[in-house]
Each structure stands twice: as structure tokens, then as C-alpha cells.
């Protein structure tokens, strides 16, 4: 099983619509956990952390489920400027480094 | 702030030569990585450094070399480029407090 795992999607949306990404993880030790977005041919760039209680910014909301062992990414009232690739991380299995899912691409519709 | 500086942006190798690719952080952060990104592969891990004088493999070293003389420069060196390296570079670096990485923006590497 790969370290950490997403839906590559892409996930096609209408403006307006709220859509919800998960990913899950291999680490049962990993304490940290974060939200990248990368826009295309550019780098990555963190969105937020996600922690035990949660996590929201706006409309963004991240969220951990440490029984299923995935973390999730809510992202209301989507705006056109939302079309990128999500990228999720946690720690590898030794602790030291992260590591990050393959990315969900999100193309928001007009 | 410059953040995490890299270069070049592009750069294009014939199969054999060597060259490195450079990456400057000005946040004083411990911690430095270097990645490479292909088409459905994602992020996966080149090599790492804790801190300066202190290096370590990732998850795909081979055919790269890595130094930390400093805590600023984290350099990655292609020894004798081949089509495979073919990818986009990324290194990023975090403070040891366990935040989120930030990255440069890039070198895009193609090997003919």
C-alpha cells in the first residue's frame, strides 16, 4: 500500500458547488498533516494543516479521522480560481520526511 | 523574503553530461529536500539534509548527488544525465517545528 493515496480525479464542478476531496494514509504515527495546491506548471504551495480538531480557513475545511486513518479537504461555494490539483502529505513511515499523495485535479466549471 | 530560490528554470542536457541544479533558502531553515515530480507519479522524494553537514537518501537517489555546507545551499547534482531524469525538480525546505514545506519554483530537466 502507497504511503499516502488520492482520487486523481478530475473533478469537474459547477461555480457554486461544494466539493470534498480525501485522502488516506499509511502512518499511523503521523501527527502532521498538510493541504498543498499547485496550480499548473507551477509549485506547490500549502493551503493549510490539518489537526486533530480540524482545520478551517474561509471556505476551506480540513478535517483528520484518525480511526479510518484519511484526512479530507471540504472547499465550499467553489470559485473559478479553485482549478488546481490538491496535493495531501504526511509523514513517511520512518517519521523524518513527507510525503505526498499523487494530487486531485479540481477544474471548477462556469 | 526570496523564500526558496531555484535554478535554472529549464534546462536541457544531452544524455552523459553532468550539471547541478541550485537551491537557496533565506528563512534559515533546517530542513531541505529535494523532489521530483512526473505525469502520475507525484512528489517522491531525491534526497534530504536536517541540517548543514548532514545528508540522507530519499525514496529515488540514485544517479543524484547531494551537500550541505551551508544552511542556506542545497545543491543536486545530475552525475551523468540520463532520459529518465527527465522530470520537473523541486526543492523545498521547512523549519524543524514541523510546519509545512515551502517550495521553489522549479526546474524543469530534460534529458535528450
Known amino acids: 500500500r502507497k504511503e499516502v493515496e488520492q482520487d486523481p480525479g478530475p473533478f469537474n464542478v459547477p461555480e457554486g458547488a461544494t466539493v470534498a476531496f480525501n485522502c488516506t494514509y499509511s502512518?499511523?504515527?503521523?501527527?502532521?498533516f498538510f493541504w498543498y495546491r499547485q496550480d499548473c506548471r507551477k509549485e506547490p504551495k500549502l493551503l493549510m494543516s490539518?489537526?486533530?480538531s480540524g482545520n478551517e480557513d474561509g471556505r476551506f475545511t480540513a478535517q483528520l479521522n484518525r480511526a479510518s486513518q484519511y484526512i479530507s479537504l471540504l472547499i465550499r461555494d467553489s470559485k473559478l480560481s479553485d482549478s488546481a490539483t490538491y496535493l495531501c502529505?504526511?509523514?513517511?513511515?520512518?517519521?523524518?520526511?513527507?510525503?505526498f499523495g499523487p494530487g486531485t485535479r479540481l477544474s471548477v466549471l462556469p | 523574503n526570496a523564500g526558496v530560490t531555484q535554478t535554472p528554470k529549464f534546462q536541457v542536457l544531452k544524455t552523459g553530461q553532468s550539471m547541478t541544479l541550485q537551491c537557496a533558502q533565506d528563512m534559515n531553515h533546517e530542513y531541505m529536500s529535494w523532489y521530483r515530480q512526473d505525469p502520475g507519479m507525484g512528489l517522491r522524494l531525491i534526497h534530504y539534509s536536517v541540517g548543514a553537514g548532514i545528508t540522507d537518501q530519499g525514496e529515488v537517489p540514485n544517479g543524484y548527488n547531494v551537500s550541505r555546507s551551508t544552511t542556506e545551499d542545497f545543491p543536486l547534482r545530475l552525475l551523468s544525465a540520463a532520459p529518465s531524469q527527465t522530470s520537473v525538480y523541486f526543492c523545498?525546505?521547512?523549519?524543524?517545528?514541523?510546519?509545512?514545506?515551502?517550495f521553489g519554483s522549479g526546474t524543469r530537466l530534460t534529458v535528450v
Open positions: 502529505a504526511g509523514r513517511d513511515n520512518y517519521g523524518q520526511n513527507f510525503v
Open positions: 490539518v489537526y486533530s
Open positions: 502512518n499511523s504515527a503521523s501527527q502532521s
Open positions: 523545498a525546505s521547512s523549519s524543524t517545528g514541523g510546519s509545512g514545506y515551502t
